[in-house]
Nanobody, 132 residues
């Protein structure tokens, strides 16, 4: 049974940090790209970051570039998203998703608008709230 489980969300003050985790089961990370999406109230789901676990190709949205680091641990079948200097506009439900590797995986084109349609598996999400 393929499953993705997110954890690590919570309430943090502006300027704080969180590390989100995405634990995968039922498949191995090297066959897939793992992407993070987020959805705030009233907004469309948007791509945040991505990692191709076979070649370490990564993607970061402009809104989080320089503040975030995505990494993976193949032994634990887990992908992490470290987020620093958090802002109120980072508040959203964060989802991880798995995308069978292709030339578009973890590229600006492949993570553009409506890229969520390409994802094969989804977790149920973890809530990040940034507020003072």
């Amino acid at each position: 049974q393929v499953q993705l489980v997110e954890s690590g969300g919570g309430l943090v003050q502006p300027g704080g940090s969180l590390r989100l985790s995405c634990a995968a089961s039922g498949f191995t990370l090297p066959s897939y790209a793992i992407a993070w999406f987020r959805q705030a109230p009233g907004k469309e789901r948007e791509g945040v970051s991505c990692i191709s676990t076979s070649d370490d190709r990564t993607y970061y949205a402009d809104s989080v570039k320089g503040r975030s680091t995505i990494s993976r641990d193949n032994a634990k079948n887990t992908v992490y998203l470290q987020m620093n200097s958090l802002k109120p506009e980072d508040t959203a439900v964060y989802y991880c998703a798995a995308d069978l590797l292709s030339e578009y995986s973890c590229t600006s084109q492949g993570m553009g608008p409506t890229s969520y349609v390409r994802m094969d598996y989804w977790g149920k999400g973890t809530l990040v709230t940034v507020s003072s």
